[in-house]
T-cell receptor, first 113, second 111 residues
Framework: NAGVTQTPKFQVLKTGQSMTLQCAQDMNHNSMYWYRQDPGMGLRLIYYSASEGTTDKGEVPNGYNVSRLNKREFSLRLESAAPSQTSVYFC??????FGGGYTFGSGTRLTVV | RKEVEQDPGPFNVPEGATVAFNCTYSNSASQSFFWYRQDCRKEPKLLMSVYSSGNEDGRFTAQLNRASQYISLLIRDSKLSDSATYLCGIAHGGSNYKLTFGKGTLLTVNP
């Protein structure tokens, strides 16, 4: 089982460029999440989708948009990248019942120059 | 008070030592508690769920203290391979699926 797959693994963007980070899970999980991880800041929730068809803002949503394309896929879009968005981005999924915690993807290392 | 706070690191211990981490939370309605392990430049991986009655998995013991609002992770007989960052994740009140994480505690086990 692949679990949670994120693409790309690495990306360098110029300020103002846009891009979409892709995430797919094959565990039939209802909920999916996007976090960013910065040194000294820990994991911070950007957006989440409790179930297919719903999305909600997390702690740090500014500058991002998301799409829950179907039950498997949850994408994160940066419309106009800024250096402050340089970070490691993790996608995660979980069952709504939540007994088992999250499964994380391997992350996307994004640098905005 | 921050929602979730962890012991500041780093912890440097010799092989065979016992080490304990704590994680405090501010929302008394928090419902689900987890410990994750994160290796350098890797994703966090679930280490243990934390149950009200406490739970043990080999050398690892997790406990929940609702009265004082903290969870703990005890590692006995530390191995070199235990070196990693340990994150606590807590689902706070009103949402049993949205986790808030601590900033993590770096553990280095030395030979």
């Amino acid at each position: 089982n692949a679990g949670v797959t994120q693409t790309p693994k690495f990306q360098v963007l110029k300020t103002g460029q846009s891009m979409t980070l892709q995430c797919a899970q094959d565990m039939n999980h209802n909920s999916m999440y996007w976090y960013r991880q910065d040194p000294g800041m820990g994991l911070r929730l950007i957006y989440y989708s409790a179930s297919e068809g719903t999305t909600d803002k997390g702690e740090v949503p500014n500058g991002y948009n998301v799409s829950r394309l179907n039950k498997r896929e949850f994408s994160l879009r940066l419309e106009s990248a800024a250096p402050s968005q340089t970070s490691v981005y993790f996608c995660a999924s979980s069952d709504t019942g939540f007994g088992g915690g999250y499964t994380f993807g391997s992350g996307t290392r994004l640098t905005v120059v | 008070r921050k929602e979730v706070e962890q012991d500041p690191g780093p912890f440097n211990v010799p092989e065979g030592a016992t080490v304990a981490f704590n994680c405090t939370y501010s929302n008394s309605a928090s419902q689900s508690f987890f410990w994750y392990r994160q290796d350098c430049r890797k994703e966090p991986k679930l280490l243990m769920s934390v149950y009200s009655s406490g739970n043990e998995d080999g050398r690892f013991t997790a406990q929940l203290n609702r009265a004082s609002q903290y969870i703990s992770l005890l590692i006995r007989d530390s191995k070199l391979s235990d070196s990693a960052t340990y994150l606590c994740g807590i689902a706070h009140g009103g949402s049993n699926y949205k986790l808030t994480f601590g900033k993590g505690t770096l553990l280095t086990v030395n030979p």
